[in-house]
């Protein structure tokens, strides 16, 4: 076990947050400097709300914690998907197939500021606000912050520093101008990002199906539609940057509600504030983003965000950031010295973080085209099936990133390679599953590995 000590914590979001209650819980003394004003106290303004995806390997962490029923009381079940296709009709799409197959949607600032309250209640935690982390001497680990009211700089010397600041970490950016042999590859996709609302119908009621993710796929473009605990709806339009359907050709009011109309004409009725909130609100970019190592000897190790931003399409980047603090956690008991913990929590968890950024950029070809495709879903409803005659050796792709925090993220993908093998076998020329042949199924199966 880590003997208890002062560690520096930079960037207090989900992951910097989590962090440290996870160093507090421990006995670590635990100073987290934070960019921003403390949310906590600042308005947010009213139809701003946004949502992320909450799912097995998040509330494994947050239970390790005793958050776990904190989070889902701000939480939305979300069953499945409900696809809405061009002509308005709508087909819902489980999760899974057992009651506790679901995922959880919930406010990123109502947890963020969860999160924050509960490591303040440490008396072992302080947090600064406001504190913008400018410069990191990965040699003497001197940190240098602007505090963003003041304007003035000052350094902090730190013994362990631990860099949760997100995808454009400082402390990420002084590895790869300093450390010898530094990996790094960031990649942005030609799509980008816009948030959007459908508000709650008067008295709060939901204007759509409540318990689940609503995606509109239209092949290269897809709007998705999450719920919130207020009766409204965060919409996310994925869509190009440049081209003749993309965000540079929607130049005008009256180009966004054509798009919309023709595109999503169920979710333009219940938009009433759409072109205000298409040009207020920015285009968020896509990125990937993978580096080795993760640390610096043993006082730096980025962790989050900072160590492997993916995109958003499997609602995975938080929840990864989230198991990297329950791997921190198992190590500060398991080792006994910070080397040896940043060199076994890297080993352990950059292979999967690997694997999730990959299995990412995959679900956005499933969630914006085969989603409504009739071979994806027979493969859906085939895989099912062979959950449940084959248990222990058959687990959908989808339900082992999501709901099987126990399966590391680099085994579901490679698993999941193997099983499109078995599914795309027993797919081929039939277009319903009772033409399956079943004799077939159970000579693929035997060869299929355990779990
Ligand atoms: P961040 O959330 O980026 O937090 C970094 C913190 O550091 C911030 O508070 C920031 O203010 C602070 N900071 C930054 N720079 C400095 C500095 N120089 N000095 C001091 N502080 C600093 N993940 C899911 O699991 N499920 C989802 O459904 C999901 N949906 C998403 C949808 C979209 C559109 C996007 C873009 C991402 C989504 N993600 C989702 C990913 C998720 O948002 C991130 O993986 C997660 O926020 C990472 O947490 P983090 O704490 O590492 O970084």
Same mark, same amino acid.
């Given at each position: 076990?880590?003997?208890?000590?002062?560690?520096?914590?930079?960037?207090?979001?989900?992951?910097?947050?989590?962090?440290?209650?996870?160093?507090?819980?421990?006995?670590?003394?635990?100073?987290?400097?934070?960019?921003?004003?403390?949310?906590?106290?600042?308005?947010?303004?009213?139809?701003?709300?946004?949502?992320?995806?909450?799912?097995?390997?998040?509330?494994?962490?947050?239970?390790?914690?005793?958050?776990?029923?904190?989070?889902?009381?701000?939480?939305?079940?979300?069953?499945?998907?409900?696809?809405?296709?061009?002509?308005?009709?709508?087909?819902?799409?489980?999760?899974?197939?057992?009651?506790?197959?679901?995922?959880?949607?919930?406010?990123?600032?109502?947890? @963020?500021?969860?999160?924050?309250?509960?490591?303040?209640?440490?008396?072992?935690?302080?947090?600064?606000?406001?504190?913008?982390?400018?410069?990191?001497?990965?040699?003497?680990?001197?940190?240098?912050?602007?505090?963003?009211?003041?304007?003035?700089?000052? @350094?902090?010397?730190?013994?362990?520093?631990?860099?949760?600041?997100?995808?454009?970490?400082?402390?990420?950016?002084?590895?790869?101008?300093?450390?010898?042999?530094?990996?790094?590859?960031?990649?942005?996709?030609?799509?980008?990002?816009?948030?959007?609302?459908?508000?709650?119908?008067?008295?709060?009621?939901?204007?759509?199906?409540?318990?689940?993710?609503?995606?509109?796929?239209?092949?290269?473009?897809?709007?998705?539609?999450?719920? @919130?605990?207020?009766?409204?709806?965060?919409?996310?339009?994925?869509?190009?940057?440049?081209?003749?359907?993309?965000?540079?050709?929607?130049?005008?009011?009256?180009?966004?509600?054509?798009?919309?109309?023709?595109?999503?004409?169920?979710?333009?009725?219940?938009?009433?504030?759409?072109?205000?909130?298409?040009?207020?609100?920015?285009?968020?970019?896509?990125?990937?983003?993978?580096?080795?190592?993760?640390?610096?000897?043993?006082?730096?190790?980025?962790?989050?965000?900072?160590?492997?931003?993916?995109?958003? %399409?499997?609602?995975?980047?938080?929840?990864?950031?989230?198991?990297?603090?329950?791997?921190?956690?198992?190590?500060?008991?398991?080792?006994?010295?910070?080397?040896?913990?940043?060199?076994?929590?890297?080993?352990?968890?950059?292979?999967?973080?690997?694997?999730?950024?990959?299995?990412?950029?995959?679900?956005?070809?499933?969630?914006?085209?085969?989603?409504?495709?009739?071979? %994806?879903?027979?493969?859906?409803?085939?895989?099912?099936?062979?959950?449940?005659?084959?248990?222990?050796?058959?687990?959908?792709?989808?339900?082992?990133?999501?709901?099987?925090?126990?399966?590391?993220?680099?085994?579901?993908?490679?698993?999941?390679?193997?099983?499109?093998?078995?599914?795309?076998?027993?797919?081929?020329?039939?277009?319903?599953?009772?033409?399956?042949?079943?004799?077939?199924?159970?000579?693929?199966?035997?060869?299929?590995?355990?779990?």
């Amino acid at each position: 076990m880590i003997k208890p000590e002062h560690v520096h914590v930079i960037g207090g979001g989900l992951v910097g947050a989590l962090t440290s209650i996870f160093l507090a819980k421990r006995g670590f003394e635990v100073s987290l400097f934070e960019r921003r004003g403390d949310m906590r106290k600042l308005a947010v303004e009213a139809g701003r709300s946004i949502n992320l995806a909450v799912t097995a390997r998040g509330l494994k962490a947050l239970d390790e914690v005793g958050l776990k029923r904190d989070v889902l009381d701000l939480a939305i079940t979300m069953k499945g998907r409900m696809v809405h296709d061009m002509a308005g009709n709508t087909t819902f799409v489980s999760y899974g197939q057992k009651e506790n197959e679901v995922i959880y949607s919930v406010s990123r600032g109502e947890l @963020n500021k969860l999160l924050l309250t509960k490591a303040g209640e440490y008396s072992n935690v302080h947090l600064r606000f406001d504190q913008r982390c400018v410069e990191h001497d990965l040699e003497s680990n001197q940190i240098s912050f602007t505090d963003e009211v003041s304007k003035q700089t000052h @350094n902090v010397q730190a013994k362990v520093a631990l860099a949760t600041d997100g995808a454009w970490s400082v402390a990420r950016q002084a590895m790869l101008a300093n450390v010898k042999n530094f990996n790094y590859a960031q990649n942005f996709e030609s799509y980008g990002y816009k948030e959007l609302v459908i508000p709650a119908a008067a008295g709060g009621a939901f204007q759509l199906e409540k318990e689940a993710l609503h995606i509109w796929p239209r092949q290269s473009f897809m709007l998705i539609a999450l719920p @919130n605990l207020d009766g409204s709806f965060t919409c996310t339009l994925f869509l190009a940057y440049e081209g003749a359907v993309s965000f540079a050709a929607l130049k005008t009011a009256t180009d966004v509600n054509a798009f919309f109309a023709r595109e999503f004409a169920g979710a333009l009725a219940l938009m009433p504030t759409l072109a205000e909130d298409f040009f207020r609100n920015p285009t968020g970019a896509l990125t990937t983003i993978r580096c080795a190592p993760w640390h610096v000897d043993d006082k730096l190790l980025l962790l989050g965000d900072a160590a492997h931003a993916i995109v958003p %399409f499997f609602g995975q980047g938080m929840n990864c950031g989230f198991e990297d603090c329950s791997t921190l956690g198992v190590l500060l008991d398991a080792e006994s010295d910070w080397r040896s913990l940043f060199q076994k929590l890297e080993a352990e968890r950059k292979p999967n973080a690997d694997a999730i950024g990959t299995l990412a950029l995959e679900n956005f070809v499933e969630m914006r085209d085969t989603v409504a495709d009739a071979k %994806f879903q027979l493969k859906k409803r085939i895989g099912f099936e062979l959950e449940k005659r084959y248990p222990d050796r058959f687990i959908p792709r989808y339900s082992m990133v999501v709901f099987h925090a126990e399966i590391p993220y680099a085994d579901a993908y490679q698993r999941g390679i193997e099983q499109e093998v078995i599914l795309d076998a027993l797919a081929a020329g039939i277009a319903d599953i009772s033409k399956i042949d079943w004799s077939h199924a159970e000579r693929l199966m035997q060869h299929a590995r355990p779990f």
